[in-house]
């Protein structure tokens, strides 16, 4: 089945008791049981519910795994992910990340005696110079938030197989329409399906997909224990979205595209941070990696101060100033203010986050009007 049939089709079966070809919101905490532990199934929906399951059994086809599991949101998964880890235990991330997963692995899991190391991870060396006997994770975004870096999936799962450690992937930017990385060899999928996969920013969610059974239980296990579930009527707005996602992306892409080409050769740009250009330096790497280079831009101005930045920031008409992406809109932000305010300023600095940094999510709008909107507001 290609990818656009599995969106609109897989893991959907018409409802049993009524044959409504929508998956019904399920919106009840409990089921009646027959009999103490007979039941048909579903005994609480902390811990399964039939509308999660319908879009947890989607999201596992539509990466190519064995098993989903939803979460309220993307840190809500994260959360569980490391939960799997003892004190003393250490993990490889990317230093180029979301702010909110930075923070949690530095603010929250290092007080319990989790180690992060930081590297930038599109140099592969780089990683297993810090790899250890009690390394027992990678952690990697691809392409990188807010930087675009992209990281080398195959290597990574290479390097993980050789150490006998796991690899996670952060596959929000890239969705399962542009990869697949439990094909590459990661054991690990993670999503924020707050963004691309939901579509229409009005859920906030998050996701798992992996392929091992062990896995699984150990993550269902902690899922259910520490309770971070999202909602029936939640997951009912993600499957509706999931049903346009191939269309959506591609879209995503096209108007990525020429927005990215058209900042590349605008006097007043200095550096653009999109993996589609041939002069981005991973450019070989996302083209073998991902189907296509998706709708997340970065840029400078060649004045490469704050001020401007946000003089910019401020003048968008459609490129609507608010944290988040992936929506049918488009959205910009100002990442070392916004969303990745929580990474200190020397650590921003290593990894090249600069603070004259804009971030696009580009959107399904018309893109002639787009590219106007950047025209007007970069003057
Ligand atoms: O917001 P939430 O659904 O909890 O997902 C967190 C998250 C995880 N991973 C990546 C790569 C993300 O970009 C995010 C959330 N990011 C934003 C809100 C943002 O504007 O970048």
């Given at each position: 089945m290609k990818f656009g049939t599995k969106a609109i089709h897989a893991g959907i079966e018409p409802?049993?008791?009524?044959?409504?070809?929508m998956t019904p919101i399920y919106q009840t905490s409990t089921y009646v049981q027959?009999?103490?532990?007979?039941?048909?199934?579903?005994?609480y929906s902390r811990t399964h519910n039939p509308t999660r399951k319908a879009l947890e059994n989607s999201l596992a086809i539509l990466e190519n795994g064995k098993h989903g599991l939803c979460f309220s949101s993307g840190m809500g998964a994260i959360d569980t992910i490391i939960k799997m880890f003892e004190p003393g235990d250490e993990i490889i991330s990317t230093n180029d990340l979301y702010g909110g997963s930075y923070r949690i692995f530095t603010k929250v899991f290092q007080r319990y005696g989790l180690k992060f190391n930081f590297v930038p991870?599109?140099?592969?060396e780089a990683i297993e110079e810090k790899i250890n006997e009690k390394t027992k994770m990678l952690w990697v975004e691809t392409?990188?938030?807010?930087?675009m870096n992209i990281i080398d999936i195959k290597a990574c799962a290479a390097l993980a197989k050789k150490h006998n450690i796991l690899l996670a992937v952060d596959n929000t930017f890239s969705t399962p329409y542009l990869q697949n990385p439990l094909d590459m060899g990661a054991d690990i999928v993670m999503h924020s399906v707050t963004k691309y996969i939901a579509g229409h920013s009005d859920v906030v969610m998050g996701a798992i997909v992996v392929n091992d059974d062990k896995l699984r239980d150990t993550l269902a296990f902690l899922q259910n224990s520490c309770g971070a579930v999202p909602g029936p009527q939640d997951c009912f707005l993600v499957l509706r979205g999931i049903k346009t996602l191939h269309v959506r992306m591609q879209r995503h892409c096209e108007n990525g595209r020429i927005v990215a080409e058209y900042l590349d050769k605008h006097p007043k740009v200095g550096k653009v941070y999109w993996?589609?250009?041939?002069?981005?330096?991973n450019h070989e790497v996302a083209a073998q990696q991902m189907k296509d280079f998706g709708g997340m831009i970065s840029f400078t101005l060649k004045s490469d101060t704050k001020e401007d930045a946000v003089k910019v920031l401020e003048k968008f008409k459609y490129f609507t100033l608010a944290e988040s992406l992936g929506g049918v809109e488009s959205l910009s932000g100002h990442p070392a203010s916004m969303t990745h305010a929580s990474i200190p300023v020397a650590e921003r600095q290593k990894s090249g986050l600069k603070d004259s940094l804009i971030r696009l999510s580009v959107g399904l709008e018309d893109v002639e009007d787009l590219v106007e909107d950047l025209r007007q507001a970069i003057g």
């Open positions: 409802d049993p008791s009524t044959g409504a070809i027959t009999s103490p532990g007979q039941h048909k199934g579903f005994e991870m599109h140099n592969t392409p990188t938030n807010p930087l993996p589609g250009l041939s002069h981005h330096p």
